[in-house]
């Protein structure tokens, strides 16, 4: 049936429109409002009602940037082993000797925690010849975070990590004292191997429900990391069984170099509202540091190299994330945007990002970022679940500048509750200083929810279609068992999502 009419709900739109009921048609809404207007409205036509019985009817949330092949195959492949639960590194190497035994050969990755060496008793990563004792001959990896690696010699071996050449630009190699490589590294994960395309659909189906729509998420934007997630995407597509509305942006150079994927001609945006190729993901800088606590810029691009990349890609009306998570990296990213043609710029189908930007931003740098005209990107729940100092991720400085923040989850499979839009909400509202007392970087909670909202839409060029609930836009829903305007600010995290409608359409929770 076409027309269905959403009743029984308390009704937040995020928008001038007010009512406890929404109407849609062919999976767009017609109309918000009361009840017994909209239905007097549609007269003697059939409607198919859904009594939502007193819960919360909101937008549905939007993951501005999320990796949601890679946390399916995470959930999938992987071992998990973060801390906590895990406690120490005796711990950590015992569950993998375990896993080996079940597993006698191939790869092992193991998927722990951002600062894994100040979560653990030791207080330190594992090492190499630790890894090497539970895993002899199989190639074995520890990864803290995604960007801070510990390989064993066959990993490393099987890489070629062991040969000078192949470092890579913006990799941090730890070395024994003797000179050579001890395991530790920065930027390895795009060099892991990759599952190919009917693992990928194979894990989509069997968790992507679970780890977005059961969160209230109806529209996420990916970074496929191989031709196969790509492809992935492509047949579930097909076949009707993507859970939610998925906009794509290839990693540059992990899926191939940027001129082959321009040289197709599709523009940002390029597809239909269930999947859309949305641009391309870069890295202009990568860790930031060595991984276990120096800090330094480890840019991956000389300045004429990044400002060609960002002229291809606008001239090609392609929108770009440029992860940048230093100011070098920052301010680098905002130049090469400046670099551009104004004209060429204007004609992007949504402006190009800095991700983390609203995470890492020195507070001295707002002003001139909140006037780069740059998508700001946030991972809220960096606060809790990493290693921050007293000024990270400025984000009141940033909303009193004009900035509308992209939400994003960013979720990789390293802190597996990050995927919770509202739990990433939570955080910007209940964010507190080193001494308990509220911080002075909060954000209230209407601002909150339209970081995964109306601001994250509007920061992928959708605005006009998803974040808010007024006619014409797409029937996407969070069906929430508790209002997150009206709950206690320590309870919203835990509000409970009933059900996510996409395009008018109940997404069942595995």
């Given at each position: ?26 999976g767009?809404?017609r ?13 003697a036509r ?6 939502l019985?007193g ?18 195959i995470?959930q ?40 894994l060496?100040?979560r ?18 199989e ?8 960007h ?14 062991d ?11 730890h ?23 009917s693992?990928v ?25 191989s ?6 995407l492509?047949a ?6 993507l ?6 942006y290839?990693?540059v150079?992990?899926?191939g ?8 001609g ?12 949305g641009g391309?993901?870069?890295f ?6 060595d ?5 330094y810029?480890?840019?991956?691009w ?13 001239e ?6 440029m992860?940048?998570?230093t ?5 680098a ?16 189908p ?14 001295p740098?707002?002003?001139?970022l ?11 729940h ?8 007293a000024?990270f ?8 500048a004009?900035?509308?923040?992209i ?5 990789t ?8 839009p ?6 910007m ?12 970087h ?10 995964f909202?109306?601001?994250s839409a ?23 068992a ?8 320590d ?20």
């Amino acid at each position: 049936m076409s027309l269905q009419l959403f009743s029984g709900a308390e009704v937040e739109t995020l928008s001038t429109e007010t009512g406890d009921a929404v109407l849609a048609e062919h999976g767009r809404i017609r109309a918000v409002g009361e009840r017994r207007a909209l239905l007097a409205g549609i007269g003697a036509r059939e409607v198919e009602e859904i009594d939502l019985e007193g819960a919360v009817l909101m937008p549905g949330f939007v993951d501005g940037h999320a990796h949601m092949e890679l946390s399916c195959i995470t959930q999938e492949q992987h071992l998990q082993l973060h801390a906590p639960p895990m406690t120490s590194v005796v711990q950590i190497l015992a569950a993998i000797a375990e896993r080996r035994r079940s597993q006698p050969t191939g790869w092992i990755v193991v998927r722990s925690s951002f600062a894994l060496g100040q979560r653990v008793a030791e207080g330190r990563l594992p090492r190499q010849e630790e890894l090497d004792r539970v895993s002899p001959g199989e190639p074995l990896v520890v990864l803290a975070g995604l960007h801070v690696a510990v390989l064993n010699t066959p990993a490393m071996q099987a890489l070629a990590l062991d040969d000078e050449s192949q470092h890579g630009r913006g990799m941090t190699v730890h070395r024994h004292p003797d000179g050579t490589p001890n395991g530790v590294f920065t930027e390895v994960w795009d060099r892991l191997p990759v599952a190919d395309e009917s693992a990928v659909v194979a894990a989509i189906r069997r968790r992507a429900r679970g780890l977005f729509s059961a969160h209230g998420t109806t529209s996420l934007s990916t970074i496929p990391t191989s031709t196969d997630d790509v492809r992935a995407l492509q047949a579930l597509h097909g076949a009707g069984e993507l859970p939610f509305r998925v906009r794509f942006y290839p990693h540059v150079p992990r899926v191939g170099p940027i001129e082959s994927l321009l040289s197709l001609g599709a523009t940002s945006g390029f597809g239909d509202d269930r999947l859309r190729f949305g641009g391309v993901k870069i890295f202009v800088d990568g860790e930031g540091g060595d991984g276990i606590g120096v800090v330094y810029d480890d840019l991956k691009w000389e300045r004429r190299e990044l400002d060609e990349l960002v002229r291809l890609a606008t001239e090609a009306r392609v929108q770009l994330f440029m992860h940048a998570v230093t100011e070098t990296g920052i301010r680098a990213a905002m130049a090469a945007v400046r670099a551009q043609s104004p004209a060429a710029l204007a004609q992007l189908p949504a402006p190009h990002r800095i991700e983390h930007s609203g995470d890492y931003v020195p507070i001295p740098l707002i002003g001139e970022l909140a006037a780069s005209g740059v998508g700001v990107v946030t991972t809220p729940h960096f606060v809790s679940s990493e290693v921050v100092a007293a000024d990270f991720q400025p984000l009141r400085g940033l909303v009193d500048a004009g900035v509308a923040p992209i939400g994003a989850t960013d979720t990789t499979g390293t802190v597996p509750q990050g995927a919770s839009p509202l739990y990433n909400i939570a955080s910007m509202v209940n964010r507190v200083d080193a001494s308990g007392a509220p911080s002075p970087h909060r954000l209230t909670v209407h601002e909150a929810v339209r970081v995964f909202t109306t601001w994250s839409a509007a920061g992928q060029g959708e605005g006009a279609e998803k974040g808010a609930l007024r006619p014409g836009m797409l029937a996407d829903f969070a069906v929430l068992a508790e209002n997150p305007f009206r709950v206690e600010s320590d309870r919203i995290a835990d509000i409970a999502v009933l059900h996510s409608y996409v395009g008018g359409r109940v997404v069942q929770r595995p």
